[in-house]
C-alpha cells in the first residue's frame, strides 16, 4: 500500500484535534517527551523553536513537574531585525512566555544579536548554532500566508545554501530579517509544525497541494492541529 506524503489529513504524521487548546497541549507533550529523553541521554537538550501565537500557546502548557527544563538551550529559527529591547523581538516574545510559564529556570534562549548588520549577525548566529552537534526538535509555527520562520513562499531564502540568512526584503514588516533555513531544519531529526485556526485553513489546503510551499519543503515529522485550520 502506498504510504500518503501529502501532509492532508490522511498522512500518518498528521495529528489533528478537535479544539486549539488540545492542540497545543499535545504539541507541548511531545516537545516535552523529547527534551526529556535528550536530558536523560546527554544531560542537555538544544531546541530550535520559532516564536508566534501558536509556539507561545505550545510554551505555555508546559510543565515545571518532572522536567529540567534548565537544562535546555532554546534557538530562535528566526529574528525581526529590530532594536533588542523591542516588543517584536521573538526572542522577547519567548523569554516572556517561557517565563511566565516555568519561571525563572527555563534554560538559556539564543538570538542573532541586534548590535550587527543582518549580515553580519547572520554569519555570527550561524557560527554558533554550527557548534552544536545535535537538536533534539525544531519547533514552527505557520502563519496564514503559509511562511514558517522568516521563509516566505516563492522567496529566494528558500534555495539558500547557508546554515542561516538574512532577509532584506520581507512581505511582513519589518523587512529586515534573520533566519535559519531549510538546509538547517533538514538536519533536525524530529521537525514539529503546530498551526490551529480557520485563519490557516487557505495555508493548510495550499501546502497539501504544493510541493514548493515552506512547509511541505520543511517536510515536518509530526504536525498538530486542529479541525479548523483543516477544514
Not at 516574545?93 to 510559564?101: E, G, R
Not at 548554532?129 to 533534539?136: C, K, L, S
Request: net charge negative.
Amino acid at each position: 500500500m502506498a504510504i500518503n506524503r501529502d501532509l492532508s489529513s490522511r498522512d500518518s504524521r498528521v495529528h489533528i484535534f478537535a479544539t486549539e487548546n488540545e492542540t497545543f497541549m499535545a504539541a507541548a507533550a511531545a516537545v516535552t517527551e523529547l527534551v526529556r529523553l535528550s536530558i536523560s541521554k546527554d544531560q542537555t537538550s538544544n531546541v530550535i523553536l520559532a516564536a508566534g501565537n501558536s509556539i507561545s500557546k505550545t510554551l505555555s502548557f508546559l510543565s515545571s513537574v518532572d522536567t529540567d527544563w534548565s537544562s535546555v538551550n532554546w534557538f530562535l529559527a528566526d529574528e525581526r531585525c529590530v532594536d533588542a529591547e523591542n516588543d517584536r523581538r521573538n526572542d522577547k516574545q519567548i523569554s516572556d512566555v517561557l517565563f511566565n510559564t516555568l519561571g525563572t529556570r527555563y534554560g538559556r534562549i539564543f538570538s542573532p544579536s541586534s548590535h550587527l548588520t543582518p549580515k553580519e549577525a547572520a554569519g555570527e548566529y550561524a557560527s554558533r548554532i554550527e557548534q552544536i552537534n545535535m537538536f533534539d526538535l525544531c519547533l514552527l509555527g505557520m502563519g496564514s500566508d503559509g511562511h514558517i520562520a522568516s521563509l516566505f513562499p516563492n522567496h529566494q531564502a528558500l534555495n539558500s545554501n547557508e546554515v542561516c540568512c538574512e532577509i532584506l526584503d520581507s512581505p511582513n514588516p519589518p523587512a529586515q530579517r534573520i533566519t535559519l533555513t531549510l538546509k538547517m531544519f533538514s538536519q533536525v531529526k524530529n521537525r514539529i509544525l503546530v498551526t490551529a485556526g480557520h485563519s490557516k485553513s487557505n495555508a493548510v489546503a495550499d501546502y497539501t497541494t504544493n510541493p514548493k510551499s515552506p512547509v511541505r519543503l520543511y517536510d515536518p515529522t509530526a504536525i498538530f492541529a486542529d479541525e479548523a485550520a483543516y477544514s
